[in-house]
């Protein structure tokens, strides 16, 4: 099992351009989220899908967007780049979501690493 | 504003010796306290975790301890080894099922 895919790992944007990051896992996890980690900031939750076909907006989803294409992925767009969004961008998933979820961790992928000049 | 805070922002500690991290928040209504370890050029992994009615969880050599009156919870890694060098991350869990990470910790240990 590979688990939790993310591609690319490495992006350089000039700000203004658009991207989109992708995530997909292979767990049949319901929820999936997107999360930044910025040095002295930890991570911050920019979106999540608590299930197929549901999105809500984390901490910090101010210039992204998502889209749950299908249980399997979950797609991370940035419309026009800034260098603020300068960041590594983890996509995670887990089984549950709720008051019922303590058996059910989040499964991070390995990151993508965006730079934006 | 950090809903959870975290110290130290870095430690090195010798192979053997005790590695402590510490964490702190303000919502009482948090309900799930997780500890994530993150390598090099990887995601964040599930450590330990502990509800906020127990006072202690040990996993092996991690350890949990939680104080809910003083509202911290801390991570003890008893007799730690280099492959312990990695970054810490506490968090806390809101009633509205999102998590919220410290600022992570960076532990050295040296051989």
């Known amino acids: 099992n590979a688990g939790v895919t993310q591609t690319p790992k490495f992006q350089v944007l000039k700000t203004g351009q658009s991207m989109t990051l992708q995530c997909a896992q292979d767990?049949?996890?319901?929820?999936m989220y997107w999360y930044r980690q910025d040095p002295g900031m930890g991570l911050r939750l920019i979106y999540y899908s608590a299930s197929e076909g549901t999105t809500d907006k984390g901490e910090v989803p101010n210039g992204y967007n998502v889209s749950r294409l299908n249980k399997r992925e979950f797609s991370l767009r940035l419309e026009s780049a800034a260098p603020s969004q300068t960041s590594v961008y983890f996509c995670a998933s887990s089984a549950l979501r709720g008051p019922s979820s303590y058996n059910s961790p989040l499964h991070f992928g390995n990151g993508t690493r965006l730079t934006v000049t | 504003q950090q809903q959870v805070k975290q110290s130290p922002q870095s430690l090195i500690v010798q192979k053997g010796g005790i590695s402590i991290i510490n964490c702190a928040y303000e919502n009482t209504a948090f309900d799930y306290f997780p500890w994530y370890q993150q390598f090099p050029g990887k995601g964040p992994a599930l450590l330990i975790a502990?509800?906020?009615?127990?006072s202690e969880k040990k996993e092996g050599r991690f350890t949990i301890s939680f104080n809910k009156s003083a509202k911290q919870f801390s991570l003890h890694i008893m007799d730690s080894q280099p492959g312990d060098s990695a970054t810490y991350f506490c968090a806390a869990r809101s009633p509205s099922n999102n998590l919220f990470f410290g600022t992570g910790t960076r532990l050295t240990v040296i051989p």
């Open positions: 502990i509800r906020p009615d127990v």
């Open positions: 767990m049949n996890h319901n929820s």
